[in-house]
């Protein structure tokens, strides 16, 4: 049996596409228009188009696939688009807790730039967060305050790892209409061709 979270996918993805889902209920009232709206939950997904392939690269993806075995394995996923940090790791400076979108973070120099930008992917152990708000410049003790879509599930203690180079999401593949599909097609150049993948966040 596989060690999960396994490794990224073997084939690198030809596009990808992250969505940051919030799960809400929203009822409106018949008479007065009142809308009211309940937070449920908050969710990153993933869709995956692959590109054309050879049969030696197809083989290989296929083997990752069949090792999730389905929705029961979670695999490790890093952006394409991380193209803005600056920064390397920095650290909680204080517990970010469960259902938290804020946090202090540490590790600058006193009044230093943060090389931060909003809309940047990053990583709180191990799950994906994206900036909503962050400070150019770090305060006089080298700290700087973030705000994120996509909340902690659990409570990070002060010291966690928070990372901006190479931020990192665990996620869990998604079943389509005839379940946990991992075959592939091979045309007549003997080039291979993957069906789209979806994933979803894993806790």
Known sequence: MPTYP???PPVSPA??????????????????GHTSVIDKFTTISLDINWPRMSVQQAVLLSAWMDA???????????PKRNVFAQASTRT???????????ALLGGWSASAATGL???QYISIAGQLHRLETAPTVADSSGHATIEFASPVRLNRPAGTSVEFANPTGTFRRDPGQNGFESGF?????NIAEFPSFSASEAY
Do not use: H, P
């Not at 929203?26 to 007065?32: F, I, P």
């Not at 097609?185 to 150049?189: A, L, P, R």
């Open 6 to 8: 396994l490794f990224g």
């Open 15 to 32: 596009t990808e596409l992250l969505k940051i889902v919030n799960q809400q209920s929203v009822t409106t009232a018949e008479w007065s």
């Open 68 to 78: 999730l075995r389905g929705g029961i394995g979670t695999f490790l996923y890093r």
């Open 92 to 102: 909680l400076v204080s517990t970010c807790f469960a259902m938290s979108s804020t």
């Open 117 to 119: 930008q909003i809309g």
């Open 185 to 189: 097609q091979i045309d007549s150049d």
